[in-house]
């Protein structure tokens, strides 16, 4: 099984909104990552958490605010996005610090910021 | 600045050709380099290549990497409509020690295999 669960799948918000974007693994992995990707560009790495810590902030706005609750899990709180983040986001896992492992990718989460 | 460089940009061939997709780059620590295929959401895993000269393969996909020169290549035999995608690799290494590793992709490759 190497699957990595996000959800929802589309999301819809205004910019006072308050969302938050899931994803799930149940693999084991100890790293998971948040990448940003827009219109036809390639990921752009935001977060990563190493053993439920955040290793990797990669400049990220504060209106992102990544959570990761246990092994299994990662959050994405979002709150007083711009439409400019609209853009499909990807969760990953990888088994450990991961620096010889594969990096798996779930579905994303489309958001659109109205 | 680390950097990882595809080419080319976009590419259209008829159904049953061969075709060889190339990524290159300039990372400090190099680890490994990920081939992925991205259609319409998740980039899906092909290979893993960490040691040069090595031939990863699956089906008509294979892939070998070239640490001496840096970079990789990914080639498809006898291609398919199905595999009409964005090809993206990815290099990975770490920034500090005790700290995960970063995976930076590069710009892709838009595939269009046509009958």
């Known amino acids: 099984d190497t699957e990595v669960t996000q959800t929802p799948k589309h999301l819809v918000m205004g910019m006072t909104n308050k969302k938050s974007l899931k994803c799930e693994q149940h693999?084991?992995?100890?790293?998971m990552y948040w990448y940003k990707q827009k219109a036809k560009k390639p990921p752009e790495l935001m977060f990563v958490?190493?053993?439920?810590?955040?290793?990797i902030n990669e400049s990220v706005p504060s209106r992102f605010s990544p959570e990761c609750p246990n092994s299994s899990l990662l959050n994405l709180h979002l709150h007083a996005l711009q439409p400019e983040d609209s853009a499909l986001y990807l969760c990953?896992?990888?088994?450990?610090?991961?620096?010889?492992?594969?990096?798996?990718f779930g579905q994303g989460t489309r958001l659109t910021v109205v | 600045e680390d950097k990882v460089v595809q080419s080319p940009l976009s590419l259209v061939v008829h159904e049953g050709d061969t075709v060889t997709l190339n990524c290159s780059y300039e990372?400090?620590?190099?680890?490994?380099l990920l081939w992925y295929k991205q259609e319409k959401k998740a980039p899906t895993f092909l290979f893993m290549l960490?040691?040069?000269?090595i031939e990863k393969k699956s089906g008509r996909l294979s892939s070998i990497l070239d640490k001496k020169e840096l970079f990789s290549i990914l080639n498809i035999t006898a291609t398919q409509t199905g595999d009409s995608a964005i090809y993206l690799c990815?290099?990975?290494?770490?920034?500090?020690?005790?700290?995960?590793?970063?995976?930076?992709f590069g710009t892709g490759t838009r595939l269009q295999v046509t009958l």
């Open positions: 960490t040691s040069s000269g």
């Open positions: 990953a896992s990888s088994p450990d610090r991961g620096l010889n492992t594969e990096a798996f």
């Open positions: 693999m084991g992995h100890r790293a």
């Open positions: 990372v400090t620590n190099f680890r490994s």
């Open positions: 958490y190493s053993y439920e810590k955040l290793s």
């Open positions: 990815a290099v990975r290494y770490p920034i500090n020690t005790g700290t995960a590793s970063k995976l930076t």
